[in-house]
């Protein structure tokens, strides 16, 4: 039906009076405002079913986008892993009678413990290829282990420990032969003493530290981590050692260093 215009000034064609009017109007709006209100609950909840009834949508990475990597992830330069200089990785010549595993000798280092030098070639393992550590570790071997790989191993044993895992073939092959004998550990450990006089020569508590609890664990006295750490706690001097928290089951060698070490700081 099509709408009735009035002119201006003509009679109202529905009788109504301009008060009644407007209230008309009034009522007309609520309705569709109580109607909207209504509604949209229903028309939200088609459309949330509409959406989960769609598949997931999967975006596909393109064969020439480079590929993504965790966070924790190592990224390797490729030329480095597989480089090799002797001289920066450093020297193993054993000695057992040094208190001090690792020096620096003209800019190289020189480990003199088998544990001090394994524990080095393991870190190394995270950013050079392994092969590339096998292929070449024996130009690292000085003095007493020079002589071990070339007048004790075969030439079947030499070529074991290039096919071996670095872990099996010559970590495990360099630890056996080397290893300071039980014995001859404990009675280092026990003879060695930190003091005062260390502190005030500058020798390093950590590094000393380091050094006999590599000891501790040659002993094969004390099975525990823990247990290694204590012994060495043992040999710092009472007056140094009162300053130490004495070491627990609770106790990590991380946690036993950083202290060592914020005390050294601290006196020196």
């Not at 209504?38 to 949330?48: A, D, T």
């Not at 598949?55 to 590929?67: V, Y």
């Not at 090799?84 to 450093?90: I, K, M, Q, R, Y």
């Not at 004790?152 to 032969?177: A, F, H, P, V």
Request: proline share 7%; net charge neutral.
């Amino acid at each position: 039906m099509p709408a009735v215009l009035s002119k201006p000034g003509s009679p109202n064609p529905l009788g109504l009076s301009p008060v009644q009017k407007a209230e008309m109007m009034t009522c007309i709006h609520t309705a569709i405002e109580d109607l909207r209100t209504e509604m949209m609950p229903k028309v939200n909840q088609k459309k949330f079913q509409s959406q989960r009834s769609q598949p997931p949508q999967i975006n596909i990475i393109p064969p020439s986008a480079p590929p993504s990597f965790a966070p924790t992830s190592p990224i390797l330069d490729a030329d480095k892993a597989n480089d090799w200089l002797t001289s920066e990785v450093g020297y193993f010549l054993p000695d057992s009678t040094r208190d001090e595993h690792v020096r620096m000798v003209n800019d190289a280092l020189y480990f003199s413990n088998v544990l001090a030098f394994v524990s080095h070639i393991r870190a190394l393992a995270a950013f050079k290829n392994e092969n590339t550590i096998r292929l070449n570790i024996y130009s690292c071997l000085r003095g007493e282990a020079l002589e071990w790989f070339i007048s004790e191993l075969s030439l079947s044993e030499k070529e074991k420990l290039r096919r071996s895992s670095l872990e099996e073939g010559w970590i495990e092959n360099l630890t056996k032969r080397f290893k300071t004998p039980p014995s001859h550990a404990l009675r280092t450990l026990k003879k060695s003493k930190y003091n005062w006089g260390d502190v005030r020569c500058q020798r390093s508590l950590v590094m000393w530290a380091h050094n006999m609890l590599r000891r501790a664990q040659e002993s094969m006295e004390y099975p525990l981590v823990w247990q290694q750490v204590h012994a060495v706690w043992d040999q710092i001097e009472i007056p140094i050692r009162g300053n130490v928290n004495e070491p627990s089951s609770e106790t990590t060698v991380a946690s036993f260093m950083e202290e060592l070490d914020a005390w050294y700081n601290l006196w020196r």
